[in-house]
Structures are given as C-alpha cells and as structure tokens.
T-cell receptor, first 111, second 117 residues
C-alpha cells in the first residue's frame, strides 16, 4: 500500500535555485494538500486542491506554486529558493469525511 | 478565525500511567471535526483519533480517547497505560469545512510527550 509518496526525501538548494517537490497518491483522493513544518512548530497549509485542475492558496503560499493536472499528482514548485523556505514539507490527501493521509515528508535546506 | 491552542509545550509521564494532552479550539462553525496526530522522531504524521462536532459519544481508539467538551471548546487527548513508544510530538488539528466539503486542517503548535521508564 503506497498511500502518499513524496520525493525527494532530502534536498539541499542554493539561494535562488528552483525545484519541484513531487507528491503522488494512489487512493483516488480528490483532495490534496501541501504543508510546511518549521522546527518545533505545527504544520501550516501552503496550497491545496479539491480536484484535478483546481487549486487554492492556504495560509503561507508566497514563494510557491502548484498544479494539479491529474488526480494522482500534486507537485509543489519553488521558483527562487530563499533561506526562509528551509523546512520540512508534507503532502497529504483525503477523501470525503476521512482523516488526511500524510506522506513521509521532504526535508529541504536552502543555503 | 479558527484557531487551535495547545498550551503544553512538553509533558512527562511515567510508563504505564495515563496522561492528558490539552487542546482548545475556537470556531464559529457549527460543523467541524477535531483530530489528533502523532509525530515520532522519525517525522511521519500518524492519525490517531477523530471527533466530530455532532458526535454524542467521546471517540475512543484503543488506548487513545478524546475528552470532548463542546461548551468549553476543548478536545483533550487521553493516552492510557503509556508506553515508551508513545514518546513523540502530538498535534491537535481542526477541520475547517468549505462549501464543497473539502476541508483544510488547522494545526496547533504541538505537545512533546516523553514517557519515562
């Protein structure tokens, strides 16, 4: 049972570089989410999607972009990496009236 | 705006004893859900228990129970018979319901629980 798969698990970027964090789910969930977790803190919502072709901003969307071309995939794009984006990123998905299923996270450091 | 508050940054409990982790929330919605997640040192988020605002009974899942007091807007997690493997961060979260029935989770800042042998 794959569930929610995030890649990569770890990444170090230089300031100004760009990258895409991948997220895929095999549970046919309509709803997908990206969170970031800073050290010692709870999770904050970056972007979410209620279905293919539909995305919306969460609490902290600045510096990020998303797309949802298929039900399964919900990539998160960082265009110009900044040190403030050093964090652990979690992708999650859910069906109707279910708890969110989380991926194992991507630990991103920007130096 | 909806808000989740966890006032205990850290807690200790003796192995085999029970422990209560506090969570209070603020919402003007009538329909909402409350969740508890466990995050061990390995980092993954593990769903523990869920309580709906209209549920009449307090939720239970094995050694986990949720002490839901709607009038006080609290949803405390009770872990009975603590085990060493219960040492982790615990997050309370609230479901914010959108019109299309999707939901965003709002998380508290977490409580770190350490179980002493």
């Amino acid at each position: 049972n794959a569930g929610v798969t995030q890649t990569p698990k770890f990444r170090i970027l230089k300031i100004g570089q760009s990258m895409t964090l991948q997220c895929a789910q095999d549970m046919n969930h309509n709803y997908m989410y990206w969170y970031r977790q800073d050290p010692g803190m709870g999770l904050k919502l970056i972007y979410y999607s209620v279905g293919a072709g539909i995305t919306d901003k969460g609490e902290v969307p600045n510096g990020y972009n998303v797309s949802r071309s298929t039900t399964e995939d919900f990539p998160l794009r960082l265009e110009l990496a900044a040190p403030s984006q050093t964090s652990v990123y979690f992708c999650a998905s859910t069906g109707h009236n279910q708890p969110q299923h989380f991926g194992d996270g991507t630990r991103l450091s920007i130096l | 705006a909806q808000k989740i508050t966890q006032t205990q940054p850290g807690m200790f409990v003796q192995e085999k004893e029970a422990v209560t982790l506090d969570c209070t929330y603020d919402t003007s919605d009538q329909s909402y859900g409350l969740f508890w997640y466990k995050q061990p040192s390995s980092g993954e988020m593990i769903f523990l228990i869920y309580q709906g605002s209209y549920d009449e009974q307090n939720a239970t899942e094995g050694r986990y129970s949720l002490n839901f007091q709607k009038a006080r807007k609290s949803a405390n997690l009770v872990i009975s018979a603590s085990q060493l493997g219960d040492s982790a961060m615990y997050f309370c979260a609230m479901r914010e319901l959108r019109g299309d029935s999707s939901y965003k989770l709002i998380f508290g800042s977490g409580t770190r629980l350490l179980v002493r042998p």
